[in-house]
């Protein structure tokens, strides 16, 4: 699975960096990525609903976020 | 006799048996044809019922603060599966202005030309504009905590297909030329009327 880092990017560049990345990917491939963004956890968990992706999982690393996406 | 009445008419009433089944096999066909556009057709209404959420913008500002806040919510917009739409008008028109051009002027339009900012990485701001310190700091900021730069969001958005309509009375009123604008893919010289139609069927409208 590709780890995308967006970790030092402030709003909206985490979102617009994942819009492109699922592009990439087939129905049912998963992507993670890492962000430290304030607003990346309420963020990603719009954004995953809103578009009707999965958010297998979203946690908090200390330093980061790390969120993994499967794409519907 | 009888009999070769018969022969002869069985070949008949099998040739009519495989007519009715070939016209069955056909009025099939055509139904089946039919609903088949009728299912594209749905397909299609179905797909611009997903993509009517939409934003758009009246960019009325032209300071760097606001033209910020403008870019943010397009790029994160697009990003988000909507279709943006800006509308540019009077002092957004003027923000879009290249760093330098060369064009034929008025004298009215070259003095307008002299007061208005000279570019993307000109613009003021609308408060703390400190006499170009204020811009400077912010921009300092913004690449500090890793917040895109204008220039760096106009691009993400050209690649999103954040649509950008300019609106050519305010163009006219400035003494702005098409050549004098930074080039943007699609970009769309216009006026209220395209605006509105892009506009009303959208929830999300704002002037900035």
């Known amino acids: 699975m590709e780890t995308i880092d967006a970790r030092g990017k402030?709003?909206?560049l985490p979102i617009v960096?994942?819009?492109?990345?699922?592009?990439?990917?087939?129905?049912?491939?998963?992507?993670?990525?890492?962000?430290?963004?304030?607003?990346?956890?309420e963020d990603i968990?719009?954004?995953?609903?809103?578009?009707?992706?999965?958010?297998?999982?979203?946690e908090s690393k200390g330093a980061f976020f790390e969120a993994v996406i499967k794409k519907a | 006799m009888n009999q070769a009445a018969a022969r002869e008419a069985a070949p008949s009433a099998a040739s009519e048996r495989l007519l009715s089944l070939e016209r069955e096999v056909r009025a099939l066909a055509e139904r089946t044809l039919e609903h088949s556009s009728r299912l594209d057709s749905?397909?299609?209404?179905?797909r611009s019922a997903g993509q009517s959420e939409q934003l758009s913008m009246v960019v009325f500002s032209g300071s760097l603060d606001r033209l910020i806040a403008a870019f943010v919510l397009a790029t994160g917009a697009a990003a988000s599966g909507m279709r943006v739409s800006m509308f540019f008008t009077f002092w957004g028109t003027a923000a879009l202005r290249k760093d330098?051009?060369?064009?034929?002027?008025?004298?009215?339009?070259?003095?307008?030309?002299?007061?208005l900012p000279k570019g993307?990485?000109?613009?003021?701001?609308?408060?703390?504009?400190?006499a170009g310190g204020g811009p400077a700091m912010i921009r300092y900021v913004m690449k500090k905590k890793g917040v895109a730069s204008l220039e760096e969001m106009i691009a993400m958005s050209a690649d999103l297909g954040?649509?950008?309509?300019?609106?050519?009375?305010?163009?006219?009123l400035l003494g702005l030329k098409p050549e004098e604008l930074i080039d943007y893919p699609g970009r769309c010289f216009c006026g209220v009327a395209k605006?509105?139609?892009?506009?009303?069927?959208?929830k999300l409208t704002l002037f900035l």
């Open chain 1, 17 to 41: 960096i994942i819009a492109k990345a699922m592009k990439n990917l087939l129905p049912g491939q998963s992507i993670a990525i890492r962000a430290d963004d304030r607003a990346f956890p």
């Open chain 2, 195 to 202: 605006f509105l139609e892009t506009a009303a069927p959208g």
């Open chain 1, 45 to 58: 968990r719009a954004w995953c609903r809103k578009m009707r992706q999965e958010l297998l999982s979203l």
């Open chain 2, 100 to 115: 330098r051009a060369a064009v034929k002027k008025t004298l009215v339009e070259r003095m307008f030309g002299w007061m």
């Open chain 2, 162 to 172: 954040v649509e950008i309509n300019v609106c050519t009375m305010s163009m006219d």
């Open chain 2, 120 to 130: 993307v990485r000109k613009l003021p701001l609308s408060q703390m504009n400190m």
């Open chain 1, 10 to 12: 402030s709003c909206p």
């Open chain 2, 42 to 46: 749905l397909a299609e209404v179905v």
